[in-house]
Each structure stands twice: as C-alpha cells, then as structure tokens.
Nanobody, 117 residues
Framework: QVQLVESGGGVVQAGGSLRLSCVAS????????MGWYRQAPGKDRELVAT???????AYADSVKGRFTISTDNTMRTVSLQMNSLKPEDTAIYYC???????????WGQGTQVTVSS
C-alpha cells in the first residue's frame, strides 16, 4: 500500500508565500513522477507542477515564475514553494505520484490553500 500525505496549507494574504510538502510512504520500489494538482470550488482539477525521476520539471502557465517544485534524492518527499500568491490560487492542492509502475497513480488527501485579497 502506498500513501501520500500533504502538509503546509493555510491562509495567506495576496503576495505572500506558502510551502507545501508531500511525503510518500509504504511499499515503494520506484517513483516515476511526482506532482501537484489543485481544484478550486466549481472548477475541474488542474495540473500545477510535476517533477520526473530525471529531475525534469513542468509547470502550468498560470504559476510559472511563481511556484517551484522540488524533491529529495529519493523523490519520496516533494515540495511546492509558492510565492507571489494570488486570490485565484485559492484551491485544494493535491499531491500525485506515479509510483512503482508508470501507469499507476496515487493521490493525497489534499490541503487547503486560501489566498485573501
């Protein structure tokens, strides 16, 4: 069994920063990809950022230059540094990982990020 647990959400004023973390645990022998998604009220879940096993990163256009995804060398811990936050960044943020097999994905329970104007 694989578990992803997020932490670090909260309430911040526009222009502020937050750092989210996600820890993967359980029976893991390979991590292919880790990422962050978010879902705002009334909207579909959307990709925020990903990091692959080779260290390649990708970002949604809406967060480029403001958010940074990073991992440790095991990829079991993935972080999302969010700077210059905007009210439109308000959402539940979910950690996601392609773990053990490249087509097997796991989700965390989500952490709320609220940016006040």
């Amino acid at each position: 069994q694989v578990q992803l647990v997020e932490s670090g959400g909260g309430v911040v004023q526009a222009g502020g920063s937050l750092r989210l973390s996600c820890v993967a645990s359980g029976s893991i022998f390979k991590i292919w990809l880790m990422g962050w998604y978010r879902q705002a009220p009334g909207k579909d879940r959307e990709l925020v950022a990903t990091v692959g096993s080779a260290g390649t990163t990708a970002y949604a256009d809406s967060v480029k230059g403001r958010f940074t995804i990073s991992t440790d060398n095991t990829m079991r811990t993935v972080s999302l540094q969010m700077n210059s936050l905007k009210p439109e960044d308000t959402a539940i943020y979910y950690c996601n990982g392609a773990i053990n097999y490249s087509d097997t994905y796991y989700w965390g329970q989500g952490t709320q990020v609220t940016v006040s104007s």
